[in-house]
Each structure stands twice: as C-alpha cells, then as structure tokens.
C-alpha cells in the first residue's frame, strides 16, 4: 500500500478513534445497546425484491444499525410499526424539484421519496456545484443529486439554431459532458424531443455522448417524436437505445409510455428493451402511473422549424399568413398522432379545457393553440395512452417508478403526479389491480433507480446503509390528487426517515432537514440490477482483508479486517454485497476492540477503465483510496 493511501486510511481510522474516546470502555458499558431509532415490528421489504419479512430496524449516527429481533435494545426513539411495511426511502430519479420545494419537500416526504435527482429532460445549469449549492442555501428536507443536462450543453454551444456543429463545437460538448460527470452528475439526461436538443442528429448526439462512456453512466432520454416518422414512439424508444448502445451508455427511455395511434403496442415497445439487454446493453425505463403527461402547451405541437432562433423568431412567423397556416395545420397533424383528438389537451395553469378556447375562438386547433402562444406559454396536460399499455410497462423488469416531478410548493396548475405517484403504484397497482407484488413495486422505488444511477449506500434496508426508510400502511396507502385537484396530500404514508433524522412523522412533516447532497465519483458504475443469485468478494492489500459472499435470498457472511496505527477493525454485522462483472459494493458495520462501531461502505472497482480502485469510507467520512492490481482481489 502506497504511503498517501496509509495516511488517508489512518486519517478515517483516526475520526473513530477520537469518537471511541469520548466513551466509556467497552467493559464498563451497560449490556443493555442504545440507538437513536428503533422501529419495531414492521415488515421489512429491503428493496431486493426478496419477499418481505416481520424484524425490527435499529438506526445510529444515521445508519442502518441492525435488523433483526432487537426486543433487548433501547432507543431515544422508538416507533411501534406493526402492520406496517418499512422500505427504503424512495428514489425519484425524473424529478423537477424547485429550490424552494427542496427545502420541506412536503408533497415527496408524504409519498415516502427520501432522494431526487434533478436536471431531467437534458435542462438544468452546467455549473453543478453551484447549482447544488444554491439549493442547498435553505436546507435539505431529501437527498439531492443532478444529473448534466444534453440539451442545455447544445444550447449553450450550438444555441437555438437547427444547424451542424463544428468539430471544435462537438469536442467543447464532449468537455462539458466530462466536467459534469467529474462535478458528481449521476448521468447524462436528454430531452430530444425538446428544443434546442431536438435539432441534434442522432450521429451527433451519439458523438457528444461518447466522452461519458468512460464513466460507465446511464442515459435517460425523453424520446423525441418526429413527424419524419408520423410520431412514433416506438421509432424514438429504438433511437434511444440506439444512442446508448453506440455510445456506451446504459439507455434510459424516460417516463416511458407508448402514444396516441401506437397505443396497444407496449409488447413491442418492451421486446425493443429486452433485445437491447440481450445484445449486452442493459436497457432501462422509468414510468409515472398515468394516461396524462405535463409539459408546455406548445412544446411537442409546433413544428421544430417554426421554433427555431427562440421566440422571436417564432413570433414572427406566426404573424405571416403564409407560414402561420402552415404552422396550424402541422400542430393539428401533431395532435391527431400524439393524442388523437384536441380533447384530450387540458390547459392546467388555467385549469380550462382546450376545447373551451376552440369554442371560443371559433377556429381549429391549429389557429387556436397559435392564438394562445402568441400571448404565453402555458403548460397543458396531455392525455396519450391506455391502461393496458401502462400496466404491461410496470411490470417490465428494468422499469422504476418516478414522478416526472419533484419536490414543489403546491399550486393548481399542478399535475396529480406531484402529490401522488409513489402511493398511487402502491395503492392502486398493486393493492387493487395486483399488477405488481408489493415487494416488486418497493424495489422499482428504491432498488433498481439506486443500480440505474449507480447508488451503492441507498436503496437498499441492510446494515451499514444510510437510514434514509420509508413506512407505510399497505391496506389504506392511497393518492388523491386529481387533474382538477392536483395537490391533494395522499394517505398512508406514515413515518419517512431521511439520513437517520425523521422526517415525516404520523403523517406529518417535521421540518427536519436531513437531506445531503450526493455527488456520483468514478467507481460507482450504471449496473443491471442481480442481486437474486451467488456471489462474492475478495481483497488483500497491505492493512486490509475482506472475504464475502452472500447466497440468493441469503445472507452475506464473511470477514473483513484492517489496520492503521496498531488500531484493529473488525466485520461485526453484515450488510449486503452488490455485485456486477468486475464491480462490488458492500456495507457492514465495524466493531474496534474497545466496542467502538462504525458503519462501512466498501467498492471494489476492477471495471474501472481510468483507475481500478478499492474505496473504503467509514460513517460516510473522509475516503480511504488504494490502486488495484488483479492480484489484489476476486470477484
């Protein structure tokens, strides 16, 4: 082991020495533990999709302690949860969160999301951590990452022009992607089916995109829609693929849904992902459960070319006759194959149906949406699938549930989404339908979203996580919002923690800000989720051995070891191992010979194409690195 990598680990071993200093010796201690939560009696669903069992969890220093039977254990705080299900806090990985909403996160606490991810759709700043910065200026009520938006390094080179970007402009894209993901972005969001991104051919988008592949990351994209191909959605699910495969990147089809005269056709739509994965690129979705999308009145409508220079230059074009009956009659064209029929546009920051201001205005579709944008962009509320189609998207393996939305002060141009999502899978699709098992639904929240972005310390309930957990009441948890009454608390999410600090208690929130804001690093990888099977792990480096391995539907069992300073840690408690190619991640719990423990998160990266590591942090602290050698480790 390299001299630096001996002084950052004994930098970590240090913060628990002094820590171990302000008690009193193990031999002293009462026999009775002590934990700042219990929460006792609760089914346990850990995120795995292993069926849920009845065990009590204990929570210190805002990690997962134990689980298991803790009736001879006291807490500052202990919450009888029997009849209640515990999970991970949710994670919402499509969220539009504001940074005024991030500072209660009322509508997502009371829906049981403990982590959003923000810069969806390819928007957000290109300056990450200032971005991060800035919402974090009023506290945290959740966790709080960001991804690095495509369509707004587009704009910010190639502006809102439809023209072809240099190579000198393509490679200043390339750098951007890079300094975003060095900058900690769990990903590289796209929103082609927006302005400007949607000018980007697919040869350039794939061209900028590549520069991430080295960090092994994932690519959820809005599918961009083109008329060129009569707005087919399964023609932009197969560029998104396309994009992820040639770029190499994990594709995300992003609030998947399959629209307007395509409905019916989610088979085909899931046999394109299933191709895609078996090819060797794992291929994702996320979804929100419902027929009705959200998104500016005018931004899927108006043909590309009328939007091109920006507004200005739109307005002007509206105001040539010429242009402007053209412009009507491809929004109509639009219409008919997105949603079928202008009925199905309701006008939410109005809360007024489309078809009112077509009475009104005693003109088609076409002219009457140009009479509208003329004034303002409002946003509208898209009604474009079918029932069945949603629920054959559900249950696709690699689908995860998120909102579409994210932490917000309520108001009524709002969609239901908002306030709903997370209880409405767990109320209606499966207490009512049975389209999923509980089980399943937890772990399209939780799991899988923490695999898709790379999460190694959430998602999951097993010793050493963060204690970011969610409780609920599987027979009453329900949404209530509704188009007309969108920000309508839902029902049954009772207790939500965020980091070990309680968030949401007996329903109601705190006001506790416990939210972190979390930044991806190199060895945290885009994995398929397979945490269903054998597996193990093995280190030794100089001052640190790890043995484990972990059983399908079992638990994992091992060793680990190491040594700074004469000081001795030990495993005590064990976690869970994720494993994927040449990839693990593993929390525990340590114990020191004087009784001091701490919790572990150890990643073993020998994948890693800039730099095979071994990561170790205690308690979430100061990071011990050290370069791997293939002697170094299995897997």
């Keep these: ?170 490679q200043k894209m390339r750098d951007l992607i890079t300094t975003g993901l060095k900058d900690g972005a769990w990903g590289v969001s796209s929103g082609l089916d927006y302005k400007p991104g949607y000018f980007a051919k697919t040869e350039e988008v794939i061209a900028v995109l590549q520069a991430a592949a080295p960090w092994r990351t994932n690519f959820p994209n809005h599918d961009r829609l083109m008329p060129e191909t009569n707005f087919s959605s399964l023609k932009a699910i197969g560029e998104t693929i396309e994009i992820g495969e040639k770029a190499g990147l994990m594709p995300v089809v992003t609030h998947m849904k399959v629209q307007g005269h395509e409905q019916g056709k989610a088979r085909d739509a899931v046999a394109m992902m299933r191709a895609a994965s078996a090819r060797g690129r794992e291929t994702v979705a996320d979804i929100y459960p419902y027929l009705a999308g959200q998104t500016g009145l005018g931004a899927l409508f108006v043909p590309a070319w009328a939007l091109e220079g920006g507004r200005a230059e739109t307005l002007k074009r509206f105001a040539d006759p010429a242009l402007r009956s053209r412009i009507a009659q491809e929004i109509e064209a639009a219409i008919k194959a997105r949603i079928l029929t202008p009925e199905n546009i309701y006008v939410a920051s109005h809360q007024r149906q489309f078809t009112e201001y077509m009475n009104e205005s005693k003109a088609g579709a076409g002219e009457t949406m140009i009479g509208i944008l003329e004034k303002e962009s409002p946003s509208a509320i898209l009604k474009f699938g079918a029932e069945e189609d949603l629920k054959l998207l559900l249950q696709y393996p690699g689908t995860a549930v998120s909102c579409d939305c994210g932490a917000a002060i309520a108001n009524p141009g709002m969609h239901p989404r908002a306030f709903g999502t997370f209880p409405r899978v767990l109320g209606h699709y499966v207490r009512e339908t049975k389209t999923l098992t509980i089980e399943d639904a937890v772990r399209k929240m939780t799991g899988l979203p923490a695999s898709i972005i790379g999460l190694a310390d959430r998602g999951f309930l097993a010793v050493g996580m963060a204690a970011d957990i969610a409780v609920f009441d599987p027979a009453t948890i329900r949404d209530y919002a509704t188009y007309e009454e969108p920000t309508r608390l839902s029902e049954g999410m009772r207790h939500v923690l965020v980091n070990g600090r309680i968030a949401l208690r007996d329903g109601n929130a705190t006001g506790e800000q416990g939210g972190r804001v979390l930044k991806r690093t190199a060895d945290l990888p885009s994995r398929p989720m397979s945490l269903l099977k054998n597996r193990s792990v093995s280190v030794k480096v100089k001052d640190f051995d790890l043995q484990i391995s972990q059983p399908a539907n079992g638990k994992a069992r091992g060793r680990i070891r190491f040594t700074d300073g004469g000081r001795e840690y030990r495993l005590f408690n064990s976690g869970l191992l994720q494993v994927s190619g040449r990839w693990a991640g593993f929390t525990g719990l340590l114990r020191s010979k004087d009784g001091e423990e701490t919790a572990i998160l150890v990643v073993v990266d020998g994948d890693n194409p800039m730099n095979p590591v071994l990561r170790i942090q205690l308690n979430g602290g100061p990071a011990y690195e050290s370069k791997l050698t293939p002697r170094d480790y299995k897997i």
């Design 1 to 170: 082991m390299k001299h630096e990598n001996r002084i950052k680990l004994r930098r970590a071993a240090t913060l628990v020495l002094l820590s171990a200093m302000l008690l009193p010796p193990a031999s002293i201690m009462s026999a009775v533990e002590n934990y700042d939560i219990i929460l006792r009696g609760g089914m346990v669903v850990d995120g795995t999709g292993a069926r849920g069992y009845r065990a009590d969890i204990a929570v210190r220093n805002g990690y997962i302690a134990r689980i298991g039977n803790l009736s001879g254990a006291r807490a500052t705080t202990e919450l009888d949860v029997s009849g209640l299900v515990v999970s991970p806090g949710f994670i919402n990985l499509h969220s539009h969160a504001t940074r005024a909403g991030v500072a209660t996160a009322v509508n997502m606490l009371t829906q049981g999301v403990t982590t959003e991810i923000i810069n969806a759709d390819g928007s957000g700043s290109l300056e990450i951590p200032r971005q991060l910065n800035d919402f974090s200026g009023q506290g945290l009520a959740v966790n709080l990452g960001a991804y690095i938006g495509f369509n707004s390094v587009w704009a910010s080179v190639v502006g809102q022009a439809d023209r072809r970007p240099t190579a000198d402009e393509i």
